[in-house]
């Protein structure tokens, strides 16, 4: 397979999980992200590419709403701080995670956090006290959208 056919294969949500896990191992590291931004990746292969050496593919595992839990708490520690605003901003993020991330050091992270719709409640409340003006903004207006939805 040629790298641009290797690309298309994984954009495809038909692709068979056996060829993304095939892919989920290639060398460039654009097949391998593709692998991980792809919904219909299998929970066990995105579990493995959450521990990629390259940023760019574990910040888009991170993204992934089929990445599973276990693999979302491994992330959330990940010494990248854009991967733990991927799944900060995930609403499939669990909640214990997110309330993890609601004492990160990185204000960004925080506020992706606040930004999240899925976050709870008393999360959110926890969040419009942050020390940081623009995180308790974000945490502000989330809660306002979610007390204002029917």
Same mark, same amino acid.
């Given at each position: ?19 993304? #896990? ?26 493995? /590419? ?11 595992? #991170? #993204? ?6 276990? #693999?979302?708490?491994? /992330? ?10 991927? &799944? ?9 995670? /997110? ?29 419009? &006290? ?21």
């Amino acid at each position: 397979m040629t790298r641009d056919e290797r690309l298309r294969a994984t954009l495809t949500t038909s692709t068979p999980p056996e060829i993304l #896990a095939e892919l989920s191992r290639d060398k460039d590291n654009d097949v391998r992200w593709s692998v991980a931004l792809n919904p219909s990746t299998p929970p066990k292969i995105l579990g493995e /590419l959450s521990r990629d050496k390259c940023d760019d593919v574990r910040w888009r595992v #991170a #993204a992934n709403p089929s990445t599973p839990s276990e #693999a979302l708490s491994q /992330l959330s520690r990940d010494k990248s701080d854009y991967v733990r605003r991927c &799944v900060a901003a995930n609403h499939s993020t669990p909640p214990e995670i /997110l309330g993890e991330l609601t004492r990160d050091k990185d204000n960004d992270v925080r506020r992706s956090v606040a930004e999240n719709t899925a976050t709870p409640i008393e999360l959110l409340l926890i969040l419009m &006290v942050d020390d940081n003006e623009y995180v308790r903004q974000k945490a502000e207006a989330t809660l306002s959208k979610r007390v204002m939805r029917p």
